[in-house]
């Protein structure tokens, strides 16, 4: 039977099954993170991220994978599409990565955050909710009401004015770097901040990278990473090998209408190089007694 039949089989069985991220509350959080549930009491591990993190069409995603390599708890407190804003607005999230033994932070993108021109839905991040009157007077001539997510109404933005463009882009690197250094400082140090992309940092403008305004994480730049390394203990760079990016949506878990949303994320070869690399560090900032 071919690889191709196989996997049509395993999406048209996943309509009728759909793979159970066992969604679970921790404390007053309003947010549903993926479980199994665990407790927040003894040593655990916290993984705090958006799409990539919360492991979107993988059984195993790299935090459970983790939690096998390191003997210990780990806490998925992963949210789809999520910014960092999502987590600053949870005190139960921060108040369990203060407790934690270590933290995991994944870089996302600065797309999804709040800031002066735009506002997001405060779960949801990836969804618009409504332009600043300073937005509205940058680009008078956009009805922002045509936009329901955020990267639509960038890409929207840039193809109408490229120069004015940059205004939002610094607003928003800007935002990014302020709402992590508050983040950083209020879990703790004892936190490694996580690159997982196709691409490594870099300090190239956005334009010039391969897939522009579609890139993960958005915006982001190597120098805006260094300058959050005083307040973390490592950045751990994950860049999937050409052999997992090249298995494609293998061995992913989703119908068939999921199809394009799973292959722009990791499959799980990438989530296990993604877990090797973290293991390694947690092993040597807290080597076994």
């Not at 655990?44 to 708890?73: D, N």
Request: hydrophobic fraction near 40%.
């Amino acid at each position: 039977m071919s690889e191709e039949l196989v996997g049509a089989m395993r999406h048209d069985a996943l309509e009728e099954r759909s793979l159970n991220y066992t969604p679970c509350r921790y404390g007053t959080s309003k947010i549903f993170f993926r479980g199994p549930q665990r407790s927040l009491d003894g040593r655990y591990v916290t993984f705090v991220g958006g799409t990539e993190t919360y492991g979107k069409f993988i059984k195993e995603p790299f935090a459970q994978l983790v939690e096998r390599q390191v003997g210990m708890p780990t806490v998925n407190f992963g949210c789809a599409n999520a910014s960092i804003g999502a987590f600053l607005a949870e005190p139960t999230v921060v108040d369990a990565c203060r407790g934690a033994h270590a933290n995991v932070v994944q870089i996302m993108g600065a797309q999804n955050l709040s800031n002066r021109f735009y506002s997001v839905h405060p779960r949801r991040n990836d969804r618009f909710l409504k332009p600043s009157t300073v937005l509205e007077a940058i680009y008078p001539e956009v009805d922002f009401a045509d936009f329901c997510f955020t990267r639509h109404m960038l890409i929207a933005l840039h193809e109408l004015s490229a120069e004015r463009f940059e205004i939002v882009r610094g607003e928003l690197q800007q935002a990014w770097v302020s709402r992590m250094t508050t983040f950083l400082r209020e879990i703790g140090p004892h936190t490694s901040l996580l690159w997982f992309s196709d691409y490594p940092p870099s300090d190239r403008h956005w334009s010039e990278r391969p897939e522009g305004l579609q890139a993960e994480p958005l915006f982001i730049t190597r120098r805006m990473i260094d300058s959050l390394r005083p307040l973390v203990r490592s950045v751990i760079v994950v860049q999937p090998s050409e052999g997992a990016r090249a298995e494609g949506t293998r061995g992913m878990y989703f119908a068939p209408q999921d199809a394009g949303a799973a292959q722009g994320l990791p499959g799980p070869q990438a989530h296990r190089e993604a877990a090797d690399a973290i293991s390694e560090t947690l092993h040597a900032l807290a080597p076994a007694e």
